[in-house]
């Protein structure tokens, strides 16, 4: 929502923004034992609230926030043009309706909303930052950066403004020195998290050991981030191939989060055991990393991350088919392929190719430089995510297993795409979706809840699992 103003009322007090923190955190429900019967009961209390006061436009948003919390995307969008309908001015709703049309896929819609909204309220940052979300998917780079220079001009001191904007600059080719860019808006937020997690990032990509170990220290003494400070600096010992201290100051972490808030404990394991297995992997213990993965699959079952890693330990452990029964099955029982991001089609089309089911593994791997391609992962999954994404698919020997599957397809494009990315990161060769002949566009942004390449090719992807992701994974 928009921090610049309040968001409206209803007269029974409960405003807009607390009835969405309240519908996407289901943690919040503990209490009540089936959470979808919690929405379906205000659903129809809203519904009969319509029926009494069907001009309330308020009453409408209401209910397209528990359609969208259900993924009930039609239907939020539908309630929220019943909103426009009676109150056609009202910039927040179109904001809303905007951020589901691209959702459901419908970007040109999407763009008329939020176009609209700006026109209605040309002071609200959010919107100029959502604008320039969509804009640089699409590849408009010095659109979305003017749009971006307008929030900051409006709030200075919001540093996700300034995080995106150096992301987009690099992008484009704007940014010669890293370092003093990042180094330009400390300033915007002094001392946040994100702004030394995201200089130690840039030291750590120039290959400058001590200097990201340095920028990271400036973290330990945030008693909120101090299980984070340790797993930011095992992510830096393991990339320069200090796998030693590096399980250590996972195992450091691991011990600090006993004070963290019980809500987040979970969550924070999972991270350090994604960590640590990408550590043993590394480093040459595949058996071990693959017992760790499994085990954060365990944790938190319903995120892509644990089922990537599983995938590509079983790649390197010479077990394509049993990588293969890791992604399908994840994508049968937790439907992860609308949100995944492009190394899980990089690793889950390696696994299809190495088990010669040669035709989808090509539809996978053309898929992760489109979305390469279109992705702003480095800012919507954290700021080390596509740079530890990078790695993954500019892997050698990941890289040399991708080629032969596409010289196997006689896809010289696709051979051409690999190689570019794995020798300087550039993606020349895919300007836009339509290079393909069919239509990935819904699949390229990792926050699409909906949306895919055609049904026809999606079936394809979704192979039988022979184990599924609650069956024993073998270590």
Known sequence: MNRNREIKTNDDGLDLKSIISNAENLEEYDDIEEPHLYFQKELLRISRLIEESPEDASLYRRRAVFYDAKGELELAIEDYSMAIEIEPDDADTLFCRSMLSWSS??????????????????????????????????????????????????????????????ILRKRDGLVDD??????????????????????????????????????IENLKNDSSSDYRFHIIRSKILRHFGDYENALKELEESEGLLSQQDENLRDYELYLIRLNKGLTLLNAGYVKEAKSTFADATYIVPYNNLAWSYLGWANIESG????AVSDFSGSMEEYDLFENAPPYFFFLFGIALGMSKSFEPAAVLLNLTYLALKASISEFTM???????????????SLAEKAIAIASKCGDGVLVRSIEAYRDNGSLPFYNKTSDLNFDSRNVLDPRIRRGSASSR???????????????????
């Open 457 to 475: 090719q999606l079936e394809q992807l979704r192979m039988p699992s022979t184990r599924g992701p609650h069956a024993e994974h073998s270590a």
């Open 105 to 166: 896929g419908d970007l040109d819609f999407a763009m008329l909303d939020i176009n609209e909204a700006i026109q209605i309220d040309p002071d609200a940052t959010d919107f100029y930052f959502k604008r320039a979300e969509y804009l640089a998917m699409n590849g408009s780079y010095s659109d979305a950066l003017s749009d971006l220079d307008k929030a900051i001009e409006l709030d200075y001191h919001d540093i996700d403004f300034h995080l995106f904007r150096h």
């Open 319 to 322: 077990k394509p088919s049993d």
């Open 178 to 215: 890293p370092i003093e860019a990042v180094k330009s808006f400390e300033s915007a937020e002094p001392g946040c998290r994100q702004y030394w997690s995201t200089l130690a990032k840039e030291h750590t990509m120039l290959g400058q050991r001590a200097e990201a170990l340095e920028a």
């Open 382 to 396: 954290g700021e080390w995510m596509e740079f530890e994404q990078s790695a993954i698919i500019r892997d050698p």
